[in-house]
């Protein structure tokens, strides 16, 4: 009979995803605008050969300070929803995303990091 032999190690955390994603279309814009960005987005996203992050998940986002101020409005939750449509997170909702993070930074468009929560407990 063959003996087998049961070796515990921890497991390290998944290093984090960095996706950067054009900006999308101020709130007023036209749909078909909003469609097109969303397009891009999903393309960006695809073009990484990123693994799907199914644990809970904190994100950072930077936003792209302009010269005159800029209001976030809905931008933060447009990509949130692009990064669940496209596969990337389980969802945008609290079930999965534990922390949210936005600001502005000097990055062009949106830059995103998105890393495994801490377990507790």
């Not at 994100?59 to 939750?77: H, N, S, Y």
Request: proline fraction near 8%; glycine fraction near 8%; aromatic fraction near 4%.
């Amino acid at each position: 009979m063959e003996q087998l032999k049961i070796e515990r190690r921890r497991i390290l955390p998944r290093p984090p995803i960095l996706v950067h994603l054009p900006l999308p279309p101020a709130g007023g814009e036209r749909a078909q605008a909003f469609e097109a960005w969303r397009e891009a987005a999903g393309a960006a996203i695809r073009r990484g050969a990123w693994r799907r992050m199914i644990c809970p998940v904190e994100v950072l986002m930077i936003v792209r300070e302009g010269r005159a101020g800029r209001v976030i409005a809905d931008l933060p939750q447009a990509c949130l929803s692009v990064l669940a449509s496209s596969g990337l997170i389980a969802s945008a909702d609290s079930r999965n995303l534990r922390q949210w993070t936005v600001r502005f930074g000097d990055v062009p468009g949106v830059a995103i990091e998105i890393r495994e929560a801490p377990r507790h407990g």
